[in-house]
């Protein structure tokens, strides 16, 4: 098996963080991956936020049921989707993510923001945006461990060859 493939099978959602703050230049590496992602017709209907102060994460945090992760990080990156986008090709920069972030030691948990009326408010999203996903980021503690779910579904359940 090759390392690249290992890699991206080893990718899980990490829910707990180190203190230390993600340097900048760690988030502006992450942020190049998200760029390069692939878009439909090369659109890239896409722009992102980046939160790195405590009380805009708290903030942001009251605009999902399931955001402790946001809580817990030192920062997140909200995937705004731009008129016209898909949420295909947002979910695919959100995996670049957190792909990329794994690569270079940050550890990440994809957030759905559930009350976009106070997402898109935190965010200071304009008309015809959505801001409905965004991706947790910290350096891993030693509590850090992944989500464990009782592993995958067995692939017969999951694929058809037609």
């Known amino acids: 098996m090759s390392e690249i493939y290992k890699f991206i099978l080893d990718l899980r959602a990490i829910r707990q963080y180190d203190e230390e703050p993600v340097s900048r230049e760690d988030l502006e590496k992450i942020l190049e991956a998200a760029r390069w992602t692939g878009s439909s017709k090369n659109t890239q209907n896409w722009s992102f936020v980046v939160f790195t102060d405590r009380d805009k994460l708290d903030e942001l945090a009251k605009a999902g049921s399931f955001t402790d992760p946001l809580r817990n990080a030192t920062a997140a990156i909200v995937l705004v989707m731009e008129p016209g986008g898909y949420e295909f090709d947002i979910g695919r920069a959100a995996q670049n993510i957190m792909l990329a972030a794994k690569a270079i030691g940050v550890v990440s948990c994809p957030i759905t923001l559930h009350k976009q009326d106070v997402a898109h408010s935190v965010v200071g999203a304009e008309k015809g945006q959505t801001a409905r996903y965004a991706i947790a980021l910290g350096?891993?503690?030693?509590?850090?461990?992944?989500?464990h779910f009782g592993g995958r579904k067995d692939s017969k359940r999951l694929v058809r060859w037609i």
């Open 139 to 147: 350096y891993p503690s030693e509590e850090s461990k992944p989500a």
